[in-house]
């Protein structure tokens, strides 16, 4: 198995709030050293255990890192027991510019899970995702929203699982978020998910779907 470029800038068994960064090095025209330096915070108190939130798996949906970073501007970490982890904006280069797929390889992150260590730059976050942030996880949420060509009711949804014991912990969970709508789903088409790898790896697994349409923020951030 090849290794992932990415390195993190916090230490995942450190107690306390860190901000970091994940660095992904990235040798452009532009910048011949560069990295993508794709934002991470985490939140950890003694053991419990580990949640991990993210945001901007496609780049055009904003209600979730507008979310995201402003829970991880919170000053507390002693109110909570176990670890938080907070990225963001999954497909950072994507995020940055305004655009569901990434503009660099021109890939959908929901598209091409488990991703590729060896590979362009959206395969080798997802897979940083797969084998290093994921294995650390028990609660998995996943916030989407319709970006610049969708646009929905606020809701929150889990899957339709074979696992009925699997599929009432992410029921839970997914009433816990606590969204005005709920959604049990059954996908079309699994392959290259990120839901798809959490799931296939036992975690608890939430998603949503938040509003969108066109950077019409319509406040529906505020479910998050
Ligand atoms: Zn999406």
């Not at 294995?135 to 970006?147: E, N, R, T, W």
């Not at 997914?174 to 296939?200: C, N």
């Amino acid at each position: 198995m090849s290794t992932n470029p990415i390195s993190a800038t916090i230490d995942f068994d450190k107690d306390g709030i860190q901000h970091g960064f994940l660095r992904l090095p990235h040798s452009t025209n532009e910048s011949a050293w560069g990295s993508i330096m794709i934002p991470i915070t985490q939140f950890k108190n003694g053991d419990g255990p580990t949640a991990l939130l993210s945001g901007a798996n496609h780049g055009d949906e904003y209600e979730g890192p507008i979310a995201l970073y402003s829970f991880a501007a919170r000053e507390r970490f002693d109110d909570l027991q176990g670890r938080v982890i907070i990225v963001p904006a999954m497909n950072y280069p994507a995020f940055c510019a305004g655009t569901r797929v990434s503009p660099i390889d021109g890939l959908n992150m929901n598209r091409i899970y488990p991703g590729q260590a060896k590979g362009t730059v959206t395969p080798v976050i997802a897979d940083y995702f797969s084998q290093t942030l994921l294995p650390m996880a028990d609660y998995v949420l996943d916030i989407h929203s319709g970006g610049k060509t969708l646009d929905f009711v606020p809701f929150a949804a889990c899957h339709v699982l074979e696992d009925k014991a699997k599929k009432a912990r992410c029921i839970a969970a997914m009433r816990a978020f606590g969204a005005p709508y709920e959604l049990k789903m059954v996908e079309i088409d699994t392959a290259g998910l990120y839901d798809t790898q959490v799931e296939s790896m036992g975690k608890v697994f939430v998603t949503t779907e938040l509003g969108g349409w066109r950077y019409k923020l319509t406040g529906d951030h505020r479910y998050c």
